[in-house]
């Protein structure tokens, strides 16, 4: 191999560089809280005694997780103007974002509801909880830990997914390295800084996501 | 467990390292004409998502100005071609991990690019120009104060406005091709879009009542067959190309098939 390393052309441009890692966090960081919120509401409408409501979040979900995320974006961005919905390239991914890890959150704690042993609720009613508290204690706490690794899997994902959000001209850190590549074309540097920066910020999720979990559910000392 | 993490997190990161450096074979490393026609066929990167220069057609084959100049290229190699679809920020890095033999992608011949390869003689004129509705009153690049402008990136518009986007306060934003910056400009999320010179037909075809024009020309350009530098056998070859296809009327009926404008004087170097 004849390729000289030139990473002093590379570090000029850090300070965009981390200004890209910065809205992949911000953006995957909302996409989380709002997407679990979202996979939450869909878990229940999937659990729920109304046949409307189970159709309909089956049917996101079906239509969702069968369907490319980078379709979902560029639907977000070019296709919601036609019927009057503008968004800013940003908004557009955090969006479009949502919708993807909602899907996929929905399905994952489902799971975790279906994992709640009956006599568990059963117990719960016994004891004479209000409807939130059995929801909140008996049924949510003890879903999410079930499936909390899942969870943080699918998060991590959804992170390393807004990599195409590029294409609707959202300035990330794919985005931004691109562009730099455009302009010195030192495409193997900046794209090892950019691998370093996703790796970088998958295990800062990871950690937060232990101290999560710790936080949570150190009362089972599981 | 967790004293070894650092470790395991090392070894993980000299795997991405090891494959992206380790010699998966290259796939066009000819150097020369000869190489490339005993391999049996000649590998050219085509921009598919700009309208008139290329566009994937309904065959599923690349169509345009530059694919039809890539034929040509086959034609007088006498092998096929085999098209690899490139944009404006990867067309570089394409050529020079040898993914391609040439570049025939609206390629705007630029001392700067003339650092990291080399170019053919000009095979097309065109232009970096700023394209909106009539009803955009833009006349210079100070009245795109606070418009979004949306252009392909790395392409020529994006290099020149760059600089001026804080003085201006332009709204600059990138696609990752020109498809989607169009497609921005007809949802109405752009406000101007960088562009060519004969772009705004297409626009105009596709989404009529607005009367896209050309509002500023940046830059007069001339495409180039881009290829790694230190290729004298193949630049030699190319320059005879463009040389032989522009004095027999064949690079006129491109032109005229595809840009309905007969062939301009092309500069030579």
């Given amino acids: 191999m004849d390729y000289v390393f030139q990473f002093g052309v590379v570090w000029r441009e850090i300070d965009a560089l981390l200004l890209g890692a910065w809205l992949t966090l911000r953006l995957s960081a909302l996409a989380m809280a709002l997407g679990l919120i979202v996979g939450v509401a869909g878990a229940l409408a999937r659990a729920s005694r109304y046949r409307a409501a189970r159709a309909l979040a089956r049917a996101y979900v079906e239509a969702i997780r069968n369907t490319p995320f980078l379709v979902q974006v560029l639907l977000v961005y070019l296709g919601l103007p036609t019927i009057g919905i503008r968004l800013t390239p940003d908004q557009a991914a955090l969006l479009a974002m949502v919708i993807n890890l909602g899907a996929y959150t929905t399905e994952i704690v489902r799971a975790g509801i279906k994992a709640v042993p009956p006599g568990q609720i059963q117990a719960g009613i016994a004891l004479g909880l209000s409807r939130w ?7 949510c706490l003890p879903a999410l830990r079930a499936v909390f690794p899942a969870l943080g899997s699918q998060f991590i994902l959804v992170m390393l997914a807004s990599s195409v959000v590029s294409v609707i001209s959202a300035e990330e850190l794919t985005a931004v390295a691109d562009t730099i590549v455009a302009r010195n074309f030192r495409s193997f540097e900046v794209y090892l800084i950019v691998t370093g920066l996703y790796l970088a910020m998958c295990l800062a999720f990871q950690a937060t996501f232990a101290a999560i979990h710790r936080a949570l559910f150190a009362r089972w000392s599981g | ?19 992206s450096t380790s010699s998966f074979a290259p796939s066009a490393s000819a ?9 049996g066929k000649v590998i050219v990167g085509v921009n598919t ?16 100005y530059d694919p039809d100049v890539a034929r040509l290229v086959g034609k007088y190699l006498g092998v096929p071609v085999e098209f690899v679809p490139v944009t404006g920020a990867n067309r570089l890095p394409f050529l ?12 705007g011949i630029t001392p700067e690019r003339a650092l990291q390869i080399w170019f ?10 700023l394209v909106a509705p009539a009803s955009r009153n833009v006349k210079t690049v100070d009245d795109l104060a606070g418009l979004r ?10 290099l020149l406005l760059t600089p001026q986007v804080a003085a201006k306060k332009i709204n600059l934003m990138r696609f990752d091709d020109e498809a989607t910056a169009l497609q921005a400009l007809i949802s109405g999320q752009i406000d101007v ?18 009367n896209y024009e050309v509002k500023i020309v940046l830059r007069p350009l001339h495409f180039g067959i881009g290829i790694r530098r230190g290729q004298i056998d193949l630049l030699q070859w190319l320059n005879t190309f463009v040389y032989t296809i522009k004095n027999n009327g064949e690079l006129d009926a491109i032109s005229r098939k595809w840009r309905q404008l007969p062939l301009e004087t092309l500069p030579v170097f």
Avoid: H
Avoid at chain 2, 4 to 16: N, Q
Avoid at chain 2, 31 to 38: A, F, H, L, R, W
Avoid at chain 2, 50 to 61: A, S, W
């Fill in chain 1, 133 to 139: 508290q059995l929801f909140r204690f008996v049924v």
């Fill in chain 2, 1 to 19: 467990m967790r004293a070894r993490r650092p470790t395991v997190l090392l070894i993980a990161f000299s795997i991405v390292l090891g494959l």
């Fill in chain 2, 31 to 39: 150097q020369t004409v000869d190489e490339i026609i005993k391999r």
């Fill in chain 2, 49 to 64: 998502t700009t309208p008139i220069f290329g566009l994937v057609g309904t065959d599923g084959q690349p169509e345009g």
């Fill in chain 2, 96 to 107: 020079l991990t040898n993914r391609v033999d040439m570049v025939i992608a609206l390629f």
């Fill in chain 2, 120 to 129: 053919s003689m000009p095979y097309a004129t065109e232009a970096a120009t």
């Fill in chain 2, 149 to 158: 402008v949306g252009v392909p990136r790395g392409a020529m518009q994006d």
């Fill in chain 2, 193 to 210: 879009v960088g562009t060519g010179l004969l772009v705004n037909r297409t626009l105009n075809r596709n989404d009529p009542g607005k």
